[in-house]
Structures are given as C-alpha cells and as structure tokens.
Nanobody, 116 residues
C-alpha cells in the first residue's frame, strides 16, 4: 500500500488549502477503506484532524470543525481535506492514514504553514 499526500503550502491566516491523499496498491477496492487525516506540529503529538468512513460518514476534531471538510473520490482513489479560514495554529505536517485489519498505513506527510 502506498499513500501519497500533496497540496501543503505556505498560506496567510484566513486563507484556504486543499490537501490530497492518493492511495495505491490496496488489497481491496478503495471504497472499502476508511481514511483519516492527522497532523503533527513541532514538539507535539500527532493528532486526528478528520476521518471519513467507507460509507461516507465523517467526524472532525473540535479545533477544525466547521472550517475543514474531508471528502473522498472513490473513482480517483483519492481523499481530500479542504481547509478554510486557516489559523497559525493549524501549522503542522499533515498525514493521511488508512488501515486494513491490524495494519496501519501512512504517507510521508505534507507541510502546511499558516503565517499570521
């Protein structure tokens, strides 16, 4: 399984970014997987940002609820994270993750930096 994130950038506070997570090498069809976005700021733990289940249900961290939107395109094997009204505290490396059985798969991360 290969997970590749993209879309990270430097943006001013109040701006928007869309992150993409492309998955390949999956053992079953993409639509069967749940995916999640995590983030890790320097010196901090890696925290859950948003999750989308295989059926499409979503949940968000309180800190991003109402500003971020997770979505998926099963035809493109891709998950997205639309980030609006960005704040400096959103600065972190953002990781995409999925799992199958007891195995977790992670991408290499993409850097998001929000300047004040």
């Amino acid at each position: 399984v290969r997970i590749v994130e993209s879309g990270g950038d430097l943006v001013q506070a109040g701006g928007s970014l869309r992150l993409s997570c492309a998955a390949s090498g999956l053992s079953v069809t993409f639509s069967m997987y749940s995916f999640a976005w995590y983030r890790q700021a320097p010196g901090k733990h890696r925290d859950l940002v948003a999750r989308i289940q295989r059926g499409g249900s979503k949940n968000y961290a309180d800190s991003v609820n109402g500003r971020f939107t997770i979505s998926r395109d099963n035809a493109k094997n891709t998950v997205y994270l639309q980030m609006d009204s960005l704040k400096p505290e959103d600065t972190a490396v953002y990781y995409c993750s999925t799992d199958w059985g007891s195995i977790n798969y992670w991408g290499q991360g993409t850097q998001v930096t929000v300047s004040s």
